[in-house]
């Protein structure tokens, strides 16, 4: 069974830094297309940042770009974002997302429907 494993989730005030990461279990899952959503409270789940499944493309929502990097190391299976000047806004549950297809295409990494797996979720709470 695939998991997907969230950390790096927290506290931290208007400004600050946080960086999340993802692990995909089992290793023999492979490297896949990648991605970070998040949910705020009554809304929508929102499209963050995708990398491909080799690394060598990416794709960010507009709220991020210029903020947020998307990264990744397939040696360890992990995924991260790095996410500098957090905002109050930037606050909700995170999730990742896998993708078993090799396809990749920006507009077409932001629907959530595209994603076959994903995490728990981790709590970014930015404070004012």
């Known amino acids: 069974q695939v998991q997907l494993i969230e950390s790096g989730g927290g506290l931290v005030q208007t400004g600050g830094s946080l960086r999340l990461s993802c692990t995909v279990a089992?290793?023999?899952?492979?490297?896949?297309?990648m991605a970070w959503f998040r949910q705020a409270p009554g809304k929508e789940r929102e499209f963050v940042a995708a990398?491909?499944?080799?690394?060598?493309?990416?794709h960010y929502g507009d709220s991020v770009k210029g903020r947020f990097t998307i990264s990744r190391d397939n040696s360890e299976n992990t995924v991260y974002l790095q996410m500098n000047s957090l905002k109050p806004e930037d606050t909700a549950v995170y999730y990742c997302?896998?993708?078993?297809?090799?396809?990749?295409?920006?507009?077409?990494?932001?629907?959530?429907?595209?994603?076959?797996?994903w995490g728990q979720g981790t709590q970014v709470t930015v404070s004012s």
């Open positions: 997302g896998a993708d078993q297809t090799f396809a990749f295409s920006g507009s077409a990494m932001t629907a959530a429907a595209k994603y076959d797996y």
């Open positions: 089992p290793r023999t899952f492979g490297s896949v297309n």
């Open positions: 990398i491909s499944y080799s690394g060598r493309s990416t």
